[in-house]
């Protein structure tokens, strides 16, 4: 699972938790109330996603 970072609704602690993919929101370690994810699943897997092309493939055009 990947880390993404949490802010909470009502005290701003923002951390940084393992969560699936569906978890955009987790409860708070410090007051219990609801935490955002701050990343979208678009910024999260463009490091998967974004292979820099190898000299071979820019080559061969």
């Known amino acids: 699972m990947p ?3 949490y ?3 009502a005290c701003n602690l923002a951390e940084q938790r393992l969560a699936g993919i569906d978890d955009r929101t987790l409860l708070c370690t410090e007051c219990g109330e609801v935490m955002d994810r701050q990343i979208s699943d678009d910024e999260a897997f463009r490091f998967y996603f974004n292979e820099p092309a190898s000299e071979e493939a820019s080559n061969a055009g």
């Open 3 to 5: 880390l993404y970072d």
């Open 7 to 9: 802010k909470c609704r």
